[in-house]
């Protein structure tokens, strides 16, 4: 597994690291690519990666598990995505970035779930906060903001949100 990841094959050395049952290694890794792989769309990966490992490590990694989370919405499960953000909820309070990539996360459950006015309240609890977070859970956020204020047929709220979703992006 080490040699995998000194020589930039981070899959490979995953691969291995589950293979030896080396689940914090194997946790570790995933949680610093889960974001580039949640970028590039590489959902079904995230979710087998997660998934072969026990649950009980993978909520050590908060990051780890929000992308999953994520992955978890993207697809329909709904339910395992709530479940996974409530057991992280404790571990984000003193980290504001992943406050935001959490709230992120919860903002488009809620608009899935039929919650839209949920979705709106923790979408400007969430751009609320000082400016933490990467870029692309922010302009998520304004973005499910502006999509849930037209569902409910607020379109001057629309438009402020859609003008903060392109500002940020």
């Not at 899959?11 to 570790?28: F, G, N, T, V």
């Not at 590489?42 to 979710?47: H, W």
């Amino acid at each position: 597994s080490q040699w995998h990841e000194q020589h930039g094959n981070t899959d490979e050395s995953i691969q291995y690291a589950l293979a030896a049952e080396d689940w914090m290694r194997a946790a570790s890794l995933m949680d610093e690519t889960s974001y580039q792989a949640w970028l590039n769309g590489e959902i079904v990966k995230l979710q087998d990666w997660v998934k072969a490992l026990p649950e009980s490590v993978s909520l050590v990694y908060p990051r780890l598990a929000i992308y999953y989370a994520w992955a978890a919405v993207v697809t329909g499960r709904y339910d395992e995505s709530e479940k996974d953000l409530a057991q992280i909820e404790p571990a984000i309070q003193d980290n504001p970035a992943w406050q935001v990539d959490w709230l992120a996360v919860q903002v488009f459950l809620a608009r899935a779930k039929g919650h839209q006015g949920r979705a709106i309240a923790l979408a400007q609890k969430a751009l609320e906060l000082p400016e933490a977070g990467n870029l692309v859970s922010r302009s998520l956020l304004a973005l499910g903001l502006t999509i849930a204020c037209w569902d409910v047929g607020r379109i001057r709220e629309t438009l402020a949100a859609a003008k903060e979703a392109v500002r940020l992006a």
